[in-house]
């Protein structure tokens, strides 16, 4: 499981608007210091939120909170866990700069919601997770394939993909 | 007519190009049309893109040999030149392109990675462009250079010099040619007579090779 512990006490850099609101939604705060990373890589406060709870969280943060940027937004694939997938987003408050990452779990063949209705930066970015994850975003307007061609067959990025050798698609 | 592969078919019948008339085939003369007006259609799709382009510049000068015309249109070309790494997604376009080009045609497989995939062992990319279409020529490396390139055009011509489809049509009966073309030597046979036992002996009987398939040359090789 999870080599990174989780704690209900926010950070210090967080904001205690941005953190009161975010405990209000169930959000429990990654801490980093069981790992034994260097501070300089985990200088990002990041909050695990329940699936349920992922569109409110970037609604609340980007309306009252000024987060109206979406940095980047993906998915990493922990073929041991349940649930499977957890998947990333980063958003920005552009006029203090201050940085949040929020992570959601969701299974195999589970959907995840749709940031794009918030963010259009989050069009592409779920569309280039459905294509190399397989994860469906419940609520995006044109989910497709990016960058593989739309009759590809797999999910390049999960780790049970072969590294090389995969010629199942032929034309 | 200073070009050594069309007068080995071709016999002057005054020895002086004045007033004469030449003896040939219709093959022959063709071929040797076609390979020196040879238009490609270059895909660029990597860093061979840019060592095509120093070959067509002026620099290696492909117009030596009558191939600068370079179009990006597969309905006017009839070399197609994939240089450059290719993806499964540009698969389907470049497909679409060699089935648009008219007949004949060539394909070049212009350095490793449209050769083989080259480095890039992974999900996107097509190990080998030879994997969706026919392929006459492979170049090595990564990326050639131009001299390379020049090499493999010449080594092309000479493919085209080699052609005998009008011949093998003919003998199967199906001939688009017209049949009095082919062998224009009556009442002159005697001095056209070495050439045309040449000639014929290169047209053994049998099928053409598999389209694309260079049989009995090696590929290629850079010095």
């Known amino acids: 499981m999870s080599s990174i512990g989780y704690t ?6 967080v904001k205690t608007a941005v953190a009161y609101a975010l405990s209000a939604l169930g959000a429990r705060w990654c801490d980093y210091a069981a790992t034994g990373a260097a ?19 970037f609604a609340t943060l980007k309306k009252e909170h000024g987060f109206d940027l979406l940095l980047d937004h993906s998915a990493v694939d922990y073929p041991d866990r349940t649930p499977r997938f957890t998947v990333v987003a980063v958003v920005e408050n552009s006029t203090t700069h201050d940085v949040l990452l929020l992570k959601t779990r969701v299974a195999d063949g589970e959907a995840c919601p749709s940031l794009t209705p918030l963010f259009r930066s989050a069009d592409w970015a779920e569309r280039e997770t459905y294509d190399m994850f ?9 989910l ?13 990025l999960r780790k049970d993909f072969p590294m090389e050798g995969h010629l199942k698609f032929r034309d | 007519m200073a070009d050594s592969a069309a007068t080995a078919d071709v016999v002057s019948a005054t020895g002086s190009t004045e007033g004469g008339f030449l003896l040939s085939t219709l093959q022959s003369m063709v071929n040797w049309c076609r390979k020196n007006s040879v238009w490609p259609l270059p895909l ?5 893109g840019i060592e095509f382009m120093a070959t067509a510049c002026s620099r290696y000068d492909m117009s030596r040999f009558g191939m600068e015309v370079a179009r990006f249109s597969p309905r006017q070309a009839d070399l197609l030149l994939v240089a450059g790494t290719l993806t499964y997604k540009m698969a389907q376009v470049m497909t679409r392109l060699y089935d648009q080009m008219a007949e004949p045609r060539w394909v070049i497989a212009m350095g490793a990675c449209a050769s083989s995939g080259g480095m890039f062992r992974s999900y996107p990319v097509v190990q080998g462009i030879d994997e969706f279409i026919p392929v006459d020529f492979y170049i090595p490396g990564c990326p050639p250079r ?3 390139v020049l090499n493999c055009l010449l080594q092309l011509q000479k493919k085209i010099e080699r052609d005998r489809s009008y011949r093998l049509a003919l003998d199967a009966g199906d001939a688009p040619v017209a049949k009095g073309g082919l062998v224009a030597v009556s009442g002159r046979g005697e001095m056209a007579a070495p050439a045309l036992a040449q000639a014929a002996d290169r047209y053994v009987e049998g099928a053409r090779p598999k389209a694309g398939v260079e049989t009995g040359t090696p590929p290629v090789r850079q010095r």
């Open chain 2, 146 to 148: 131009p001299d390379a």
């Open chain 1, 39 to 57: 501070p300089r890589f985990r200088a990002t406060p990041a909050a695990l939120l329940e699936k349920a709870r992922w569109v409110e969280a």
């Open chain 2, 44 to 48: 660029g799709l990597s860093c061979c």
């Open chain 1, 8 to 13: 209900n006490d926010a950070p210090p850099t």
């Open chain 1, 144 to 156: 497709t394939r990016i960058y593989m061609p739309q009759d590809y067959d797999g999910w390049p």
């Open chain 1, 134 to 142: 397989g994860i469906p975003f419940e609520g995006h307007p044109e």
